[in-house]
């Protein structure tokens, strides 16, 4: 498991910016749009020192020649298949790159919760607590951990889908 940082890195967004970069630059027709997700993209929240990045496409035409690419480019393949491709690349943050179809509901859901966390202290503070608990109870079982975190993130997506957060949103369906 990776350590959970006690202090948020304020360059996150840098490196994200630099990662987004790198990444248009070899994706293939079809990507709609590439966000910075999961705890690094939520000022002021510990999060594990990795990027993770969500790349959205139209297809999974697109997704997959990207994914070849993206391996060419040096990233790993750890998971492929039509509803998400996963690539890991081992940088200065190491970066977790998820690819998605637009047709699938996790990006959005992704992005409603990054939002919400972002608007609401308590709840960060609140996440922050959920993820120290679950690092040190699987601090050797990264499966575990995000387990451990699921039903408090579950909640916290049906919150910010309850108060409007979903229509923050791009609609990159049309």
Same mark, same amino acid.
């Given at each position: 498991?990776? %350590?959970?940082?006690?202090?948020?890195?304020?360059?996150?967004? $840098?490196?994200?910016?630099?990662?987004?970069?790198?990444? %248009?630059?070899?994706? &293939?027709?079809?990507?709609?749009?590439?966000?910075?997700?999961?705890?690094?993209?939520?000022?002021?929240?510990?999060?594990?020192?990795?990027?993770?990045?969500?790349?959205?496409?139209? &297809?999974?035409?697109?997704?997959?020649?990207?994914?070849?690419?993206?391996?060419?480019?040096?990233?790993?393949?750890? %998971?492929?298949?039509?509803?998400?491709?996963?690539?890991?690349?081992?940088?200065?943050?190491?970066?977790?790159?998820?690819?998605?179809?637009?047709?699938? $509901?996790?990006?959005? $859901?992704?992005?409603?919760?990054?939002?919400?966390?972002?608007?609401?202290?308590?709840?960060?503070?609140?996440?922050?607590?959920?993820? %120290?608990?679950?690092?040190?109870?699987?601090?050797?079982?990264?499966?575990?951990?995000?387990?451990?975190?699921?039903?408090?993130?579950?909640?916290?997506?049906?919150?910010?889908?309850?108060? &409007?957060?979903?229509?923050?949103?791009? $609609?990159?369906?049309?």
């Amino acid at each position: 498991m990776e %350590r959970i940082d006690l202090e948020p890195d304020p360059v996150w967004t $840098d490196r994200f910016e630099a990662e987004r970069d790198r990444v %248009r630059s070899v994706a &293939g027709d079809g990507l709609l749009g590439l966000f910075h997700v999961g705890s690094t993209a939520v000022p002021d929240l510990a999060a594990k020192p990795v990027l993770d990045i969500l790349a959205v496409f139209g &297809g999974e035409a697109g997704m997959r020649t990207t994914a070849a690419a993206l391996v060419e480019a040096g990233y790993r393949l750890r %998971r492929a298949d039509p509803e998400w491709h996963h690539l890991a690349a081992d940088a200065e943050p190491p970066v977790s790159l998820h690819l998605r179809p637009v047709r699938s $509901d996790v990006w959005r $859901d992704q992005l409603v919760v990054r939002e919400y966390l972002r608007d609401h202290p308590s709840a960060r503070r609140g996440y922050e607590r959920v993820k %120290r608990e679950a690092v040190e109870a699987h601090a050797d079982e990264p499966e575990s951990y995000t387990d451990a975190k699921e039903s408090f993130v579950l909640a916290l997506e049906e919150r910010a889908y309850d108060e &409007g957060y979903g229509e923050r949103i791009p $609609d990159l369906r049309k």
